[in-house]
């Protein structure tokens, strides 16, 4: 009886809280559509107004990018299997429907409703799901709860739970226990994502452990042919590139000070710097210009020259493009504590990883990637110009860094095909 009273309790603050915000949400929307141009027409979908969007649908939930880009295969192998079966992705930012727009033509795809019961409801009955797939840890209490007194399979897939998330869970872990029971079946990243869902009371004949989906990421014909061009249009002067991507405040800062020591040997260097926050652009045309470095935006279109020194990525989506016609990578996020960001895209295109230490946020991927060498982790400014030198200047040690690479991306591969064997009965 105290458990019960404890979740309705929670439940109730929960969704007090959803209608509270309310008025800070509507302010956000038209902020986002005012100053930075974001929503257009769509912002209704928030509110479960949709239209034109095909009902029966295999419903897949990403919030953003990473998530996004991560169900790529999984959702190609969908499409051969179920051709006459219309697919729907939801996403919860404009840069996650951004990436959909990017790679999938005939797709439907809109945004998930605000979680309120209301809002939530007009979205089930207007989409009909035949399967609601989650994509990480999108876990919204209401949402839930309705698509399973519907009937509607819930899956995730590639689950992971963050340390701080957990804690957070276990505070409340009778509540969750309840939202997580509601779910059909989880594929989770880790043995460690396995063990926290069954703390948080899931019924292990509900989990299991598949490799992390973005290890599927492949290269398409287009996404080729882009690469290609690409690279031959910037290749006139034979330069070797390096692509700091996924950067975040106070690392560009580290990364221009290396780059500027490695000019000396290497002047013909051309950096590509991709921040996680494009908004961050005017920043960082700053701080590269009080370092009396040259650049050129990417968006304009200008053909880096020789006085050209960086080319400062203002556009979202393109990564897997520019990790193509870079020589080295270095992933953001790990040089300065905020936890990481996938490199799986830079190794698809097989070139050596360097990342920082704090890589916590893709524990499971780095685990595999060093337990093979596969990933150069470097500790402090000095170790990184080091391990770049090595790299531009050994050819036997830079060969050996990308048969490295190859060995690990091919041994992990194969998840979104299994996943999708395995959802054969729910989409049934």
Known sequence: MIIKLKILLVNVIYNIML???????????IWSIIIKDNYHDKWYERYGFYKNIKSNSIVL??????????????????????PSTPILITNITFTGKSIVSKYFNHIDNVYLPYDIKFFVNKFIDYVKPKIFIIVETELWPNLIKLLNKKSIPIIIVNARISNSSFKNYKIISNFMSNVLNNINYIFTQSIIDNNRFKLLGVNCNKLEIINNLKFDICLTKNILIKSTLLRFKWSSYNRPTLIASSTHPGEEILILEAYKKLIRNFPNLLLIIAPRNIQRIKKLIYLISKNNLSYVIFSTGIIPNEQHQIVLID????????????????IGGSLLNYGGHNPLEAIVYTIPIIVGQYTSNFYDVYNKLKDSNNVIIVYSL?????????????KAYYNYRICCTNLAFNKYRGSSKKIVYLLNNYVK
């Open 19 to 29: 209608y509270l915000l309310q008025p800070i949400l509507i302010i956000r929307i």
């Open 61 to 82: 939930h990403a919030a953003s990018v990473g998530e996004t880009l991560s169900i790529i295969p999984l959702i190609n192998i969908l499409k051969n299997y179920y």
């Open 382 to 394: 000095n170790l990184l110009i080091k391990e770049i030198s090595n790299l531009l200047c050994n």
């Open 315 to 330: 556009t979202i989506g393109d990564l897997l493009l520019l990790y193509g016609i870079s020589d080295i990578a270095i």
